[in-house]
């Protein structure tokens, strides 16, 4: 054997070997072994494999479907079968929840969720736990096929798109990133947009919600929302349609967003699409849209 492969060899066996005296010790010397084998590899696939070292010997009985650790602050984002959390590179630091781009203004986690299944609300499908997964995916399957829309309230809706265009219904959260990258799809798509806000991420979507039904253009402060600005609200405005959105998406089992209506019949889309998918789902009412 080459003596460079010997060597290489030698020093995967001690790397390994401080890992596991790191986990054994419960950490009281991690700070010393942590350091010498974070510090000593020269590539990226090296402190992966370290990482996972670490991962299998704190938690043997997790398997690890995938592992990165690029693009999370420092930290590693692992997925076991339909599991995900996060975790230190030196593997003591465990973190289940849901991770934010702040500059980005991106949902890391409902990304990745989203990713694992394709079938979840984007919000909703962000839980903090496997069990809140799948508590949002359950919610999920349960959404409704189809919802009256006469039943929705003139108020409480902002109105923008392609004019001539076939309409679509939207239920969204300003604060969502996927609502935020579907903009630009319904754009391609050349869809009448009636869009309707929901709070489905707090009370500062709430707020903003607020904002851009009581700014002098709704529409204008829909896409300024989108761009991460706090449009300007007027002092006096009726927010009940806003009430009446969210009413209505409780009852028909809208747990995330965004969500779809085909507003010539009623049909529900859950979650992000293309811009071809949108105009296929419109396309495929023989009726038409009103």
Known sequence: MNFKYQKLGRNLKSKAAAIAL??????????????????APANAAAVLQDVRTAI?????????????????????????????????ERARYL???????????????????????PQLLVAGSAGANASKQNTAEQRANKLVSKVPVADLKPSGAVHWGSKSGPKLIVFSDFNCSYCKRLT????????????RPISILGEKSRKLAEAVICSRDPAKALHQAYSGETPKKQKSCDTSGLDANEAFARSHGFSGTPVMVRASDGAVLEGYRGASEIRAFLNSNPKGAK
Do not use: H, W
């Open 95 to 117: 973190f289940v929840g849901r991770l934010y781009d702040m500059e980005s203004r991106a949902d890391l986690t409902a990304a990745k969720l989203l990713e694992l299944n």
């Open 22 to 39: 790191a986990v054994a010790s419960g950490g009281m010397v991690s700070g010393l072994v942590a350091a010498s084998f974070i510090s």
């Open 56 to 88: 299998e010997l704190r938690l043997p009985k997790t398997p690890i479907t995938s592992l990165t650790c690029q693009g999370f602050g420092g930290l590693c984002e692992v997925v076991s079968e339909k599991t995900l959390f996060y975790i230190d």
């Open 184 to 195: 630009a799809e319904l754009k391609k798509a050349r869809v009448r947009v009636e869009e």
